[in-house]
């Protein structure tokens, strides 16, 4: 764009310098940020069944894709006949791993620091892996029957699934065609911390404890399970896609076939069915996607691949692993060091230190982790909301060990030892005044909002202590974390003064995974263009070049929120010139200015109105003011019989953030804001039984853009959390290497059952690094609140539990019932 | 005449015969170890109002007729095998999970769907919007069909009756605090309606 206006440009780039640190141009007055805006841009749409996800799509001609998947573990086809499977009736196309017109080795996608599978591989490295062959039929139930009668001649290998045993010398390999030399998978990359001298640190200790920690994996379960849809147009792609980063499928799409131009492909981004990273995260997720549009190519009809609920359970969260975790401390709840070692299970991501939230945020001198990824014949396993898991799990177990050892309260330990980088409040509060923040203590802040909601004092008791009238053990359960929101990305968007009733509509592709961020992007266009809330719309779903940052890391709002302000801040600016200045030159002279002799600053604008400051009464909406559309364009009709009217520049403006955050190593911020979790249980002793019977959150969010949609983090992720921690697990048999419990009534979920009430408590302590100073929160309770129930649990029946989930099984093992 | 033009029709290749022993020599001796036949056969239902006469193969579902042939897809398939109440519809007056109702079983039965509640301007579908009682959505028109179900028989449904209702809904966003508020401003508003002689949807 060249702007008319080069000073705007100035001035939103030196906004963007601010960023850095504080926002020092919040708004005035918010009338939408901060609310309880109830009307949820996709609230119709879902409530009444209109909105389309990629498994609704339907087209004419369309061909159903359903995918061979490996029986076994570890076995690669040797000899494959697809004859009887062609000849089913229905059946327009077989796929084979052999097929000439598949690459080798090309990139179907992912990023090109991971591994890239081949859409079609003849080796399976897990049981149920896609891979062999895909059927194309008229009928999804055609193409299954047709996968039956696929004849293969397999060669089945050694497998090992056990991370410990797959580390030590002569296990047999479970990658070798990765990794030929062990199971191991060390690429350095985030995978070791160190700060202060660990040594060092344990002697300064009074005590030392040790303990392990396993995690069962346990995966994402998207309602709408991977699918996507592909048709050319002539050599142009149209492709309807389930992934939370359009840009990347875009970008990978590009580079299939040869390559098709980036201005040849049409993405389309239903409503995505909660993807939680997930399926987004995997390497093979382009897989289906690319063998859809060969066999597109080939039959010349649009075709769908849909796997079934059984293979979403791809893989699993990177937290699954075995954790060795050694703990010095003082005896006034000081800790003085940290070590950390986790055997991490079939990681396709770099994972994160197992003790990078003791960095972030607290004061512990001493610190060392490290990840060894181990592959094994299992799914990869992949972020999903979130990466974080790792850390937050050793740092809760940390934190309540370390008080129950020394029967403190779990909370005066977390106030001990809040922090950052191995510094203590002292310090973290000059960097909150060096980057222009307020001052205040997030963590008091939310822990004396929980206490008091939660009744904390009246709550909390001696482990073992309190049997309730029915029977059961009661306890209570604390754990706490800082905020994270801080990654590296872009979001850039523009935003468009409609012709003829000067709604605005905001562009820029988005995967909406129900966090109701697209509200909160509305929400603050209003306030900044001073529009009334209805009349700014955002339909996230199509792509017109603008990409916005993916919901990954927490990050839609504190780096897509600064890209909507920006641009909303352009436009308003952009809208107040034009109002004052003559209209384009015609060969018949400009056009009168709306306001005369009038300079912008002047004007305002206000419930979509434009006004003069100082005499409210000269206003002009801003549907009279972008024009009517009339026959032959945008002027009005009376243009065509010779009278004059005002005509109007097109009223547009884009603009743009770019993050460099947390995950940039080269400029580490420090986290200010922090959350609080309190659990209550009562577990029945008799059956093993966890009742979670109460949970408040309290989360310092910076800034609260839409309080409502805040709240449903909190709840929601309590009840994923809740469910992670005493629930979910996958289960695979050690002799066949089969997962035994890939589907909903195996793998067990939370019902609305299984909760108790859940408060939500929201602290704004403005000192997030995104607008208003705000930061995210999608993914810190269900990544935190897993884990607050091991301490719950221990305050119940004065045993800790180090397997999680917390099954009932575990919790008899743990009583020496079984 | 009736009785005169009257055809034995052989379910498994379509001849035709003129009495009932040529059809059972021409099965034991044309189709004699073939299985049961499998044919389509014709349905009659209401979905929404609108009455469908439908060609159904004895393989589909009544989620599968709805979803994918009538193109109403409001109603979604989550776990496939009646775990999670994401493809519920209402089926004479009863909630029930169309993954696991076969269409043949359908003639003669009236169908309610979650676009069929939307377009009668159920109050459900505005309380849902205004509490959030939705993220990803994928779910939400399971909700709304358990929820419409509960409140045909139910006009004022204690917290328990609602989440004993909703137990075979599974929400992965976690959503659930919001259906229990939802829910009983729904029915709030229903009784309110009723009392004013509206009368209930």
Not at chain 1, 153 to 181: C, K, Q
Not at chain 1, 265 to 282: K, N, R
Not at chain 2, 150 to 173: F, H, Q, V
Request: hydrophobic share 35%.
């Amino acid at each position: 764009m060249v702007s008319k206006h080069p000073e705007d440009q100035t001035a939103r780039m030196v906004e963007m310098f601010d960023n850095l640190g504080a926002d020092k141009y919040p708004l005035e007055q918010y009338k939408y940020i901060g609310q309880r805006i109830p009307r949820r841009v996709d609230g119709l749409d879902k409530a009444s069944g209109q909105a389309d996800y990629t498994m609704d799509i339907q087209l004419p001609g369309m061909l159903y894709m359903r995918f061979l998947v490996s029986p076994y573990p570890h076995a690669k086809i040797l000899k494959m006949d697809t004859g009887k499977a062609e000849k089913l009736p229905g059946v327009r196309h077989v796929l084979r791993y052999d097929d000439p017109g598949l690459p080798e080795t090309e990139n179907i996608g992912y990023f090109p620091i991971f591994q890239n599978d081949r859409p079609l591989d003849c080796i399976a490295h897990f049981e149920g892996q896609p891979m062999g062959a895909a059927v194309a039929a008229d009928t999804e139930a055609i193409a299954e029957e047709a996968l039956s009668l696929i004849e293969i001649e397999w060669e089945e290998r050694p497998f090992i699934l056990d991370p410990v045993a797959a580390s030590e010398p002569g296990a047999p390999l479970s990658y070798p065609e990765r990794y030929g030399d062990g199971n191991f998978w060390n690429r350095g990359v985030l995978d070791e911390l160190i700060h202060g001298d660990i040594k060092k640190g344990f002697a300064e200790a009074d005590k030392v404890v040790e303990f392990k920690i396993t995690r069962n994996g346990h995966t994402w379960i998207s309602p709408e399970r991977p699918c996507g849809v592909w048709k050319w147009n002539g050599d142009c792609a149209e492709a309807w896609v389930k992934n939370q980063r359009p840009f990347v499928a875009k970008r990978n799409i590009t580079t299939w076939f040869g390559g098709i131009p980036m201005n040849k492909i049409q993405l389309h981004m239903p409503y995505q069915g909660a993807t939680f990273g997930g399926w987004t995260h995997v390497d093979w997720s382009f897989g289906g996607l690319y063998c859809a549009a060969a066999v597109s190519r080939r039959t010349k009809r649009p075709v769908k691949y849909i796997l079934t609920r059984r293979e979403d359970f791809y893989g699993s969260s990177m937290d699954e692993g075995i954790y060795f975790v050694k703990v010095g401390f003082k005896n006034d709840g000081t800790i003085t060091a940290v070590d950390g070692t986790v055997y991490h299970v079939s990681a396709i991501h770099p994972a994160f230190s197992p003790v990078v939230h003791l960095h972030e945020n607290t004061r512990i001198p001493h610190l060392h982790g490290q990840i060894k990824s181990i592959w094994v014949n299992k799914g990869p396993s992949v972020g999903i909301r979130c990466e974080m898991l790792v850390p937050v799990l050793v740092q809760t177990m940390v934190m309540d060990r370390v008080a129950a050892e020394l029967g403190m309260d779990p909370i005066e330990v977390a106030l001990k030892n809040d922090g950052c980088q191995g510094h203590d409040m002292d310090w973290l509060n000059e960097q909150k005044k060096k980057c222009g923040f307020e001052v205040h203590d997030s963590l008091k802040e939310c822990i004396e909002k929980g206490k008091a909601e939660f009744k904390w004092d009246e709550s909390w008791h001696k482990p073992a202590a309190r049997k309730l009238p029915n029977g059961r053990m009661h306890g209570v359960g604390f754990t706490w974390a800082h905020e994270w929101s801080d990654s590296t990305g872009s979001g850039e968007v523009a935003i468009r003064i409609e012709r003829s009733d000067g709604t605005a509509t905001l562009l820029g592709i988005h995967c909406d995974n129900g966090v109701g961020a697209e509200n909160a992007y509305c929400q603050i266009a209003a306030d900044e263009l001073g529009m009334r809330m209805e009349d700014v719309h955002y339909n996230p779903h199509f792509d017109p070049g603008f990409h916005l940052n993916s919901p990954d890391s927490s990050c839609g709002m504190s780096a897509n929120g600064w890209a909507v302000r920006h641009a909303a801040r352009i436009l308003k600016q952009k809208i107040l010139e034009s109002a004052t200045s003559p209209g384009s030159p015609t060969q018949r002279g400009s056009y009168a200015p709306a306001f005369p002799n009038t300079k912008p600053e002047e004007l305002d604008i206000k419930n979509s109105r434009i006004f003069v400051k100082s005499d409210p009464s000269r206003w002009i909406s801003l549907a009279d003011y972008a024009r009517l559309m009339a026959i032959q364009g945008p002027v009005s009709n009376a243009e065509l019989f010779g009278a004059r009217s005002a005509w109007t520049e097109p009223l547009f403006a884009y603009a743009y953030h770019v993050q460099e955050g947390e995950y940039n190593p080269h400029s580490p911020r420090e986290k200010f804001c922090r959350q609080a979790h309190f659990m209550e249980v009562e577990v029945d002793t008799g059956t093993g039984e966890i009742y979670v019977t109460r949970i408040v959150n309290v989360n310092d969010v910076g800034k609260v853009i839409n309080r409502m949609s805040c709240e449903g983090q909190q709840y929601g992720g309590s009840i994923m959390g809740m469910s992670r921690g005493k629930l979910e697990e996958i289960v695979h048999d050690p002799v066949t290497g089969v997962m035994l419990n890939g589907n909903l009534i195996d793998y067990k979920i939370a019902t609305i059952k299984d909760v108790g009430p859940i408060g939500t408590m929201l602290v704004e302590s403005g000192m997030g690094y995104g607008p208003y100073g705000l930061v995210g929160i999608g993914e810190d309770i269900a990544t935190v609140v897993p884990h607050v129930i091991a301490p719950a649990v221990y305050n119940a029946i004065g045993v800790w539990i180090y397997d999680f989930p917390i099954t009932p099984d575990r919790v008899l093992k743990a009583l020496g019932k079984i | 005449m009736a009785e005169k033009s009257k055809k034995y029709v052989c379910p498994y290749c379509g001849e035709e015969f003129d009495a009932a022993e040529g059809l059972k020599g021409h099965v034991f001796k044309t189709h004699k170890g073939h299985g049961l036949p499998v044919s389509e056969g014709g349905i009659k239902l209401t979905v929404n109002k609108s009455e469908y006469t439908l060609k159904v193969k004895p393989n589909w579902t009544l989620y599968y007729l709805i979803h994918d042939v009538l193109g109403l897809t409001g109603s979604k398939q989550f776990c496939d095998r009646g775990a999670c109440g994401s493809c519920a519809m209402i089926v004479d007056g009863k909630p029930v999970l169309s993954c696991m109702m076969l269409a043949a079983e359908c003639d003669g039965k009236v169908i309610e769907t979650v676009e069929g509640i939307a377009a009668d301007g159920h109050p459900l579908i505005e309380s849902y919007v205004i509490n959030h009682a939705m993220q990803c959505g994928y779910c939400t028109p399971g909700f709304v069909v358990t929820s419409k179900a509960l409140l045909d028989g139910n006009s004022d449904p204690t917290e328990e009756e609602i989440i004993e209702a909703l137990a075979g809904n599974i929400c992965r966003c976690g959503t659930y605090p919001q259906h229990i508020i939802a829910i009983k401003e729904t029915a709030a508003k229903l009784r309110v309606e009723k009392s004013a002689g509206k009368g209930a949807k």
